[in-house]
Each structure stands twice: as C-alpha cells, then as structure tokens.
C-alpha cells in the first residue's frame, strides 16, 4: 500500500481534538489535525506525505484558480462499538473521482493512494471519529491544478489532498424545496455527472434566491424544457408513488450518487418496486393532490436521508404528508445509520474497516 510509495509522515506536536466540543459541532467548520498531500508532474505520482492541516502556498497565477480544474469527492466513515473505523463504499468514491478527473482532462488517481491515503490519516486521526450515534467524519477528497500559467489548456501538474472533519447532521429538520424553472444546474453534455467545483459555483446564486424565499434547496430540472426533475442542490431525490420507489435515471446532467445506489440496492432487497425513469415535475405535483404520492427524500453523503415537507413549484407552496407517513425513509435511515457503524450484517460488503 502507500508503503511502497515512500509516505513519509509529520504529525502535529499537539493535537486539538480535545479543544472540541463533539456536542456541539457545526457542520465543515472544524477539520481534523492532518491531511493527505500527494503531487502529479512528469506524468506520475509523487510526494505521497502525511502533514498538519494547514495553509497551501500557491502561486497567483496557479491555473486551477482561473481555469477551474477542480474536483473533489465525499465519503464518511464511523466507529463500532469495538474502536474500529468504517468508511462507507470508499472504492466508488474512487470509482466517481476517477469519471470526474477524465471529463475534466485530469490524471486519474491509483488506488494505493485514494484508499490508502484515507487508511493511513485515519489510523493517524482515529480519535477525531467519536463512538457517538450523531458524529461522523467526513473525509474529502479534492485534487486540482497546479501549473503557474495564465492561458486555456490543461494543466500538466496537479495537488491531491485528503482532509476530514468531524460533523454532525447536515440538515436538523424536513426539508422545503423550490422547483427551479428558470436557471439550470446542467446542461447534456455539460459536465453534470461530474463532482467538479464548477457545477456549484453556478448553482450558488439561484439557490441563495430560493434561501432568501424560505426553501433549504432547489429542485434542478432540465435545462431545456424545465420539464423533468434532476436532482437537488446536495442530494438526489426519491419518491414513493403507489408503493414505488421512483427516481430520475441518471444521465450526463445528474451525479451519480452513491448513497442513491445504495438505497435502490436496499429497497430491491427488501422486495420493493424501483423505477429508475425521467420523472416529470407535473407527475409529482399530481401525486400530492391525489394523495398518490406519499414520501419524498433526498439521498446524499452529508444529508444520508432528507425527507421533504413541502414543494414550492410556480409559486404554489405543497405540502406532503407529514412525519407519520415517511414509513420507508425513516425505515431506511435507521437501517443504514446501524449498517455503517457496523451494528447490523454487512450483507452488502460496502464497509472497509480501518
């Protein structure tokens, strides 16, 4: 493993970990105490170190600050009852970065890196992953380049880097989303499928308007017509319609998520019907007035399982069922909270144990 490529390791002299509070912790402000560094030049990977979180020195004209050659992924893991550390499907996080690095005209990064590089700062770090059925630790992933140059090509260096931070829930409470019908998160053959910085970049500013009007996320549609449902700003979505668990099929405008996959991967074990289909906005209106539609969530690695109380589409506020009808989501959340910190069989092997 990263043995074999000369990690070399600086730990901090104190750790902070018992500065903070795991009661009270906010969600991406407080980071672990190391990170992963590696470098690509000369067509190979380089400089494998274990350091202190701390500040990059970059250059001005570093290109991946005005080019956009950026991407990242997300993953958490957890502790069992016994001290051990699960990270949850980590090889399709590496799986997605690597798409994402080919659409994006980036190298792709070998395993013994990405998973041994998330081994070895979690064996370093493995007192930031309380034993608490609250707290995880966020691991992520980013890697962008790196040349000192001011002109459109791509780079011929890159940084990756590991950072993990302890976090709590993403979203405390249901959630209220707003139907977008005017901009659009992505277009065929765009780089939607992609986890590329970009793509949030561009949703910031409609989904602050739609935050400013009292709703916690969009709801993407199509960017041609407005027509179908895509995904939300952090999370995929799903909906329960006549007992069927419904969702937009992926395409070159959607991330694949891995949480989504994980979900249908359980439904179908559990012997419900899933429909993996283009979903048009009218469809789920519809199934709130008459009833038909009984839950919708969203599926993400921060937000793992978000129901949605209500959808604002053409400025019609609907409200879904409330609490006591999110039988399936709340069934499934539970399920999958007790699946990764290794309470209930790993009937599926997505948990790698460190």
């Known amino acids: 493993m990263l043995e074999t490529l000369q990690l070399k390791v600086r730990k901090v002299e104190h750790s902070r970990v018992h500065e903070v509070d795991f009661s009270e912790i906010p969600f991406g402000k407080i980071y672990s ?48 009852q016994s001290g051990d550390i699960l990270v949850f499907r980590p090889y399709e996080n590496l799986k997605r970065m690597n ?26 770090d493995r007192n930031w992953v309380p034993p608490s059925k609250e707290i995880s630790l966020y691991i992520r992933p980013l890697m962008f380049a790196t040349d000192e140059y001011i002109g459109i090509k791509t780079s011929e260096s890159y940084k990756f880097l590991i950072m993990t931070l302890p976090v709590g ?45 009292g709703y916690h996320q969009l709801v993407w549609t199509d960017a041609k017509e407005h027509k179908y449902i895509e995904e939300a700003g952090t999370m995929n979505l799903m909906f329960v319609i006549d007992n069927v668990l419904v969702t937009p099929e992926t395409r070159d405008t959607i991330l694949k998520g891995i949480t989504r996959d994980s979900v249908m991967t359980i439904a179908r ?5 899933v429909e993996e289909r283009r979903i048009q906005v009218d469809e789920v209106i519809e199934g709130i007035k008459n009833h038909t539609l009984t839950e919708a969530f969203g599926t ?3 937000a793992t399982i978000a129901p949605i109380e209500l959808i604002s589409y053409k400025g019609v506020d609907y409200q879904l069922p409330g609490e006591q009808a999110r039988i399936f989501s709340k069934k499934l959340f539970d399920y999958l909270e007790n699946y990764k910190r290794g309470r209930v069989e790993d009937k599926f092997k997505w948990m790698f144990r460190v």
Not at 99 to 124: Q, V
Not at 178 to 198: D, I
Request: with cysteine; hydrophobic share 40%.
């Open 99 to 124: 798409i994402s690095a080919k659409r994006m005209c980036m190298p792709e990064i070998p395993e013994e890196i990405f998973i041994g590089g998330i081994k070895e700062l979690l064996n370093i």
């Open 269 to 273: 074990d559990w012997g419900m019907k």
């Open 169 to 213: 829930a993403y979203y405390s409470t249901s959630v209220k989303v707003k139907v977008e019908t005017e901009y659009a998160r992505a277009c065929a053959g765009g780089t939607g499928f992609a986890k590329a910085a970009g793509n949030y970049a561009g949703s910031l500013f409609p989904a602050k308007l739609a935050q400013e009007q």
């Open 300 to 302: 993400g690695t921060a």
């Open 33 to 80: 105490d190391h990170m992963v560094v590696a470098d690509y030049a000369g067509k190979e990977w380089k400089n494998f170190l274990i350091l202190p979180y701390d500040h990059l020195k970059l250059m001005p004209g570093t290109s991946g600050l005005h080019y956009g050659q950026s991407i990242f992924e997300g993953l958490k893991g957890y502790k069992n």
